[in-house]
């Protein structure tokens, strides 16, 4: 499931492309035609992002929310205004990198033919977009949009005053193991497998202390942390948690292999200590950490 810098990552992109624009909404495959027509011909004002989740707001006061979920992704293509523009979403298509748009911007001529089941489809006078997959597709009102956004906690990459402690609040509440708590939307919104494994390796916390039994610095400092590696996550289109270091081409950035310090690398050395990096199962998801480090 794509982590929420890359929904944040595609809130900018359909601002760009689409932000002020009159669009044409449809459902080819035509199971959210009813929705798609209300959405159909108005402008699109603005696009934003809380955790996973992507609203997309428009002049008529409704929004389209969707959440990618496992298997959700958009495709976009278009004129020169979305060269750059990129796929998003459906790691186990593309993963964590973004797939350019491959369309020849300067023979445009309007959207292809749909190709599977796309369920959504935005056209403006410059490109297209294509959601396939997604979870949750739904044109809702504002009030809607404001009641999904009360169900989740707060979002790291808004750094919105006051969310560093209403997360710390919540972590020191529960009695719940930190590591299914990263992962819990209504304690920390966006954070998937990756970023739970690594920012808990990063800070050297147990996945399985409770959240009762951190301190409130403890809290503090994975929330920074948490912020940081997002944030990276936002710039760089990828998730990199470790540092040019221990990249075998340094500036050019890490290989595969180089990019994490124990998402993945299950049996293998910990890069900071040597201990081999175990593997389990938490919440029916897979959990990488370091025992020797994070004890």
């Known amino acids: 499931m794509p982590e929420g810098h890359s929904v944040h990552r595609l809130a900018r992109q359909f601002q760009d492309v689409f932000g002020g624009s009159v669009l044409r909404v449809s459902s080819p495959q035509g199971r959210f035609a009813a929705g798609a027509a209300l959405l159909d011909g108005q402008r699109m004002l603005g696009a934003t992002a809380h955790g996973k989740q992507l609203f997309l707001r428009f002049a008529n006061g409704l929004y389209l929310h969707v ?9 976009f293509g278009g004129d020169e205004t979305f060269r750059g523009a990129s796929s998003i979403g459906a790691p186990r298509r593309i993963g964590e990198r973004e797939s350019r748009a491959e369309d020849d911007a300067a023979t445009y001529a ?16 410059h490109g297209w977009a294509d959601l396939r997959g997604a979870s949750t597709c739904a044109a809702i009102t504002g009030e809607e949009a404001r009641a ?13 005053p006051g969310d560093r402690a209403e997360f710390v609040a919540r972590l020191l ?34 996945p399985w202390t409770p959240g009762n039994a951190l301190s409130a610095e403890s809290a503090g400092l994975l929330w920074d942390d948490t912020v940081a590696a997002m944030s990276d996550g936002v710039r760089d289109g990828r998730i990199i948690t470790t540092p040019a270091a221990l990249w075998s081409g340094g500036a050019a950035g890490p290989l595969d292999g180089e990019a994490h310090y124990v998402y993945q690398r299950a ?29």
């Open 173 to 206: 509440r529960r009695k719940t193991a930190v590591g299914l708590l990263l992962m819990d939307q209504s304690v920390l919104a966006g954070v998937g497998n990756i970023y739970r494994a690594e920012v808990l390796f990063r800070q050297g916390i147990d």
């Open 67 to 75: 959440h990618l979920g496992l298997y959700g992704a958009w495709d």
């Open 110 to 125: 309007g959207p292809p033919e749909p190709v599977g089941a796309v369920r959504v489809r935005l056209v403006s006078g």
């Open 267 to 295: 049996g293998q050395d910990c890069r900071r200590c040597g201990t081999p990096v175990a593997l389990t199962e938490i919440g029916a998801r897979k959990l990488y950490w370091c025992p020797g480090c994070q004890n």
């Open 148 to 160: 999904a956004r009360a169900k989740l906690g707060p979002d790291p990459l808004h750094q919105a």
